[in-house]
């Protein structure tokens, strides 16, 4: 059974750093693409990162897509050995308040929502001013 639970999540002031982990289970992380996305109060969805499996980095075609949503701020990693992906966040600002998910897909084509198939439940980040 597919499944995925972030973690670390909380209440952040302006201007700090939070680090967010998706632990996988059920299959294995370097067969899979991950993506890191968010959903804000208002309902409103958008990607963060998404990356490819690591079996295709191994084969030298992976690549990894940050959207302009927090590049520069947002930082993936992938350790396979705890089959865990990290989402680092950086100069976290009160709008980045949201519900940070991990969701996996064999590939993220154009890394949007709609591509991810299996989701976690999500971590709630709020950032205070």
């Known amino acids: 059974q597919f499944q995925l639970v972030e973690s670390g999540g909380g209440l952040v002031s302006a201007g700090n750093s939070l680090n967010v982990s998706c632990v996988v289970s059920?299959?294995?992380?370097?067969?899979?693409?991950i993506g890191w996305f968010r959903q804000f109060p208002h309902g409103g969805r958008e990607a963060i990162v998404c990356?490819?499996?690591?079996?295709?980095?191994?084969?030298?075609?992976?690549?990894?897509i940050y959207t302009d949503s927090m590049k520069g701020r947002a930082t993936v990693a992938r350790d396979n050995v705890k089959n865990t992906m990290y989402l680092q966040l950086s100069n976290l600002q009160p709008p980045d308040t949201a519900v940070y998910f991990c969701a996996a897909n064999w590939y993220f084509y154009d890394c949007v929502w709609d591509e991810g198939k299996y989701w976690g439940r999500g971590t709630q980040v709020t950032v205070s001013s």
């Open positions: 990356t490819d499996s690591g079996k295709t980095f191994s084969s030298g075609a992976g690549t990894t």
């Open positions: 059920g299959f294995t992380l370097d067969d899979y693409a």
